[in-house]
């Protein structure tokens, strides 16, 4: 299953369906970062509304696809965790260190268009 | 909470375990037979339990014609049960029944009571009709107990089952109620936590948090655990669960009315401090959570 | 709630690879949701299947994953098995050891793991394989 990317403006936005398995989760990965180089992206957004369980896996890979987009010199924000999800991720002890978190897209993209016109 | 640790409170109970006399075969001659006795004097052994019930001063929330027709409503089911050897419908109406009973302050002892009063008006009626042949009458009670036990069974456990749902419904109202989630400004809200936080509470607390975040938008939230009773290691790790979960969604976390014996309880269990953010009071965490959304609260000055 | 009796009282998920740990959560979070259960403890239980599916795959190569329905007097619950003939733990207690604040990897995970759910046992021998017991009642 692919995860649609979307270019708008200088961002990318990612929406990540659910019941992605570890091999969608690592073609994910590299299908972004290279979308990334290609688009010369400053920001990206990865939607995760529609993600139903964060296990450590994932965890793991998006953090990695952060860090990996943070070395072409530009940020990812993850939005759109879910309430429940959020809960059993901090049981698990799950926490997406050094991952900038926004509420939505919404906020993610006023987030990364910080710096230009106001904010809603 | 010790994770892993069995709920000492939960026993399973085995229906229908009451009595060692075997179940009969439904369809067997002599539960025919006795369903036949208890179909054709319906209406006085009704009537006779009915009378029984008022005697003991039982269900006296309800009105004799009440009482008559949930009777009736009993005993056919009842007789079914016996009839058929299945359950299912005299659990669905023993919930039922117990629905409408409950509000109405029917307690357990009572339910309890009027269905042993029952089995006692059906044995005295076979007793009656079986005076002269006393093998015949062993034979038709060893058929007539072990069923009638099981349906009393049924009948009580489905009340008490009926009641203790209710009590927790009620206690998660009552849990709600003493943790509010309040919008002061927009994308600011503030959570007192106020009283004993145990593992159910905490957790409640934090769905209720997050699912507040979500609604309101909010992008910082000032918890305050001034009035927190008692701040051990688990209600300290509950807290930073929380500020971690919230986090996630996007919102700041505040966190004030922290002592300085707690920011050592929540040293101790390895949150550096240096990463949360604590003001010492309510008003200073509001104040910071304006600045941080952008707010500037200015005096209004009267012109002289 | 729905009636108990038309569910499967028991469910079977081979784990052999990463689609199975998807299908082994899927059909937990089914489960517990047919059950009654609010949708953040589905979340709980899904996500302790995947956690251990996911070792099962990463430590056994394949193991299984067993869902049963549990019955008590006042409300149901599932039972999860994690099983598999692999390496097996060498040093449970290690594992199991509780830090709440350790960050990074996780490792076996299994602290994690027994946070999601009310009731957590394991069982292990090396070179003979573990299993992992764990219950969730419906509140």
Not at chain 2, 166 to 191: D, G, M, N
Request: aromatic share 4%; hydrophobic share 45%.
């Amino acid at each position: 299953m692919e995860v649609p990317i979307l270019k708008q403006g200088d961002c990318l936005i990612a929406t990540v369906q659910a019941a992605l398995t570890d091999a969608d989760l690592l073609h994910f990965r590299t299908a972004l970062i290279q979308q990334v180089v290609r688009c010369r992206s400053r920001g990206v957004i990865v939607d995760l509304t529609s993600l139903d369980v964060m296990d450590s896996f994932a965890s793991r890979t998006l953090r990695e696809i952060a860090q990996m987009i943070r070395l072409r010199g530009a940020e990812t924000v993850i939005v759109g965790i879910q309430p429940e999800v959020a809960f059993a991720m901090v049981q698990l002890g799950l926490k997406l260190e050094d991952v900038t978190t926004a509420l939505d897209l919404e906020e993610g993209l006023a987030h990364l268009g910080k710096g230009s016109a106001s904010s809603a | 909470m010790t994770p892993g640790a069995s709920n000492p409170a939960r026993v399973p109970v085995q229906e229908g375990s009451v009595g060692t006399a075997e179940y009969p075969r439904p369809g067997s001659v002599l539960l025919r037979e006795l369903v036949a006795h208890l179909r054709e004097n319906r209406t006085q052994l009704r009537e006779e339990w009915a009378r029984r019930i008022t005697e003991a001063q039982l269900l006296t929330a309800m009105t004799k014609d009440e009482i008559f027709a949930e009777a009736t409503s009993v005993y056919d089911n009842y007789v079914e049960a016996l009839e058929t050897g299945t359950f299912e419908a005299l659990q669905a109406y023993a919930r039922n029944l117990s629905e409408r009973i409950i509000p109405r302050g029917v307690e357990t002892h009572e339910v309890v009571g009027i269905v042993l009063l029952l089995r006692d008006v059906l044995a005295r009626s076979l007793f009656a009709k079986y005076q002269a042949d006393f093998t015949k009458l062993n034979r038709i009670l060893d058929a007539y107990e072990p069923a009638a036990n099981r349906i009393a069974n049924t009948v009580a456990v489905g009340f008490v089952q009926e009641r203790e749902r209710i009590i927790r419904e009620q206690q998660e109202a009552i849990r709600e109620l003493s943790t509010p989630v309040l919008q002061v400004r927009e994308r600011l809200l503030i959570l007192p936590i106020i009283g004993v936080i145990d593992p159910q509470r905490a957790r409640q607390l934090t769905e209720q948090l997050l699912r507040g975040i979500r609604t309101n938008r909010a992008k910082v939230v000032v918890i305050d655990i001034t009035g927190v009773a008692a701040m051990d290691a688990t209600v300290a790790n509950h807290l930073v669960q929380t500020v971690e979960a919230s986090r996630l969604l996007g919102a700041t976390v505040i966190v004030t009315g922290l002592s300085p014996e707690i920011a050592q309880t929540i040293v101790n269990i390895g949150v550096d401090l240096g990463k949360m953010n604590t003001v010492g009071d309510l008003q200073g965490g509001i104040e910071q959570a304006e600045r941080l959304l952008g707010y500037k609260v200015v005096p209004i000055t009267e012109p002289s | 709630m729905k009636d108990v009796q038309v569910l499967e009282k028991e469910i079977h998920v081979g784990i052999n690879s990463d689609q199975d740990i998807v299908a082994a959560r899927q059909k937990g979070r089914a489960l517990a949701i047919a059950l009654g259960f609010s949708s953040g403890d589905a979340t709980l239980i899904a996500t302790a299947i995947s956690e251990l599916a996911r070792n099962i795959l990463t430590y056994a190569k394949c193991g299984e994953i067993q869902l049963t329905v549990l019955h008590n007097s006042t409300r149901p619950g599932i039972q999860l098995i994690a099983h598999d003939t692999g390496p097996g733990i060498p040093d449970i207690t290690l594992a199991l050891r509780d830090g709440f604040s350790t960050s990074g990897s996780l490792g076996l995970g299994l602290p994690g793991v027994k946070r999601l759910v009310d009731e957590f046992e394991i069982v292990s021998e090396v070179n003979h394989g573990t299993t992992v017991t764990a219950k969730k009642w419906k509140l």
